[in-house]
């Protein structure tokens, strides 16, 4: 890690993510046609954005810069491959099996699947013997998370905590930072097990929202957990939920991943397959 990037996580800790991260949240939801034209227009060239693959590719057609954010893709941008597929566009950061009941955070960092996943003991027990991975979405991504394998929600798990940025600079300096952040704990039943798919906040991640609740960040400082009374079943590749802003998604199952040779850091695309699971 360079002096600067130990620099840029280390001038995180003072400051007051929560009241940053909400106003950010007010910039992205302004109408003003004038004020969020000239956001969405910069954060395109900023970025380098395709908007090709858009549904909507007029960047002055979205009502606010949350709306461009979390905008659709086209039917065919984003075929759903074989396997264990990814939830997002993004950076695989890590992945593996579970070792000790610990998931890699970056190198030299380790965290528990107790931690990661609010405290519950049993819970993490269940997902010993399997396997994680960590898509880190950056700003030019598409920002809506999708279903890596078929599962029904059998319950949600809220979990307050700081807004550290998730880059590659705050992952290797900060410990335990995706058990530190802000989390929604999606726990689904699937035909290969209990699949947990967490979204992470971060910093000026104004809020995140699923498609059977809305919006659920953020909320009151204490762990919510909520248990499902009516199935939400959701197929392979269907949508999820979405980050109003950047984030990070990490996935662990019970069943072992056999998972394709990526390098560490390798550009993935929702839906494409990262390996493979017993039947």
């Known amino acids: ?111 528990s699947t107790r931690a990661l996943l609010g405290g519950d003991a049993a819970l993490a027990e269940t997902f010993a013997g399997g396997s994680f991975a960590t898509v880190y979405l950056s700003p030019r991504d598409y920002h809506r998370v999708h279903m890596p394998i078929a599962g029904t929600l059998r319950e949600t798990i809220y979990v307050p905590g700081r807004l550290f940025s998730v880059n590659q600079a705050t992952a290797g300096h900060v410990p ?36 059977w609740a809305g919006q659920i960040t953020p909320l009151a400082g204490t762990p919510q957990r909520t248990r499902m009374d009516e199935h939400v079943t959701l197929e392979k590749g269907a949508e999820l939920g979405r980050f109003k802003l950047g984030s990070t998604v990490v996935m662990c199952t019970a069943d072992p991943v056999s998972f394709c040779d990526f390098p560490l850091g390798a550009k993935v695309q929702m839906g494409q397959g990262l390996g493979h699971m017993n039947a």
């Open 176 to 211: 335990g930072l995706f058990a530190r952040n802000e989390r929604l704990v999606c726990i689904f039943d699937t035909a290969n097990g209990p699949l947990a798919v967490v979204l992470v906040g971060a910093m000026i991640v104004a809020a995140i929202e699923t498609v």
């Open 1 to 111: 890690m360079t002096l600067t990037q130990k620099a840029f996580a280390l001038m995180q800790y003072p400051l007051p993510h929560h009241a940053i991260s909400r106003l950010a949240g007010l910039l992205a939801e302004c109408r003003s046609p004038g004020l969020k034209n000239a956001l969405i227009r910069a954060f395109i060239r900023r970025f380098k954005v395709d908007m090709s693959q858009a549904q909507e590719p007029d960047y002055r057609a979205y009502s606010t810069f949350n709306d461009f954010f979390t905008r659709a893709l086209t039917s065919d941008a984003r075929p759903v491959g074989e396997g264990f597929i990814s939830p997002a566009d993004g950076t695989l950061s890590q992945f593996g099996r579970m070792a000790a009941g610990e998931l890699v955070q970056a190198k030299g960092h380790r965290f």
